[in-house]
């Protein structure tokens, strides 16, 4: 079992920059990849960025390459999502999640993850 919670959503001007959070419990995380989706009103949930168990592997959507860079530190059992010239566009609900199965492989579907935080919404204003 493992519980995520993602935290340092909010409101941000166009050009703007956010990190975001997610905290992991209930088990080692560096024994599971993650990953960053995000789902914006009336739309499906996306892929954002992941990375490995011990981080040496990274892959972000086109949409966001350049500009978001996903990290994680294993012995605070955290991984970070650092947002920079956030666009208008990039608002949405952000959720972290944990795959229990991959491994050095990140994977981009949403099926392929087995644990979901609850969310945290950014809004970019233009």
């Known amino acids: 079992q493992v519980q995520l919670v993602e935290s340092g959503g909010g409101l941000v001007q166009a050009g703007g920059s956010l990190r975001l959070s997610c905290a992991a419990s209930?088990?080692?995380?560096?024994?599971?990849?993650m990953g960053w989706f995000r789902q914006a009103p009336g739309k499906e949930r996306e892929f954002v960025a992941a990375?490995?168990?011990?981080?040496?592997?990274?892959y972000y959507a086109d949409s966001v390459k350049g500009r978001f860079t996903i990290s994680r530190d294993n012995a605070k059992n955290t991984v970070y999502l650092q947002m920079n010239s956030l666009k208008s566009e990039d608002t949405a609900v952000y959720y972290c999640?944990?795959?229990?199965?991959?491994?050095?492989?990140?994977?981009?579907?949403?099926?392929?993850?087995?644990?979901w935080g609850q969310g945290t919404q950014v809004t970019v204003s233009s």
């Open positions: 209930g088990r080692t995380s560096s024994s599971y990849a």
């Open positions: 999640a944990a795959d229990l199965t991959s491994g050095v492989v990140v994977r981009t579907t949403v099926r392929a993850y087995d644990y």
């Open positions: 990375i490995s168990r011990s981080g040496g592997t990274t």
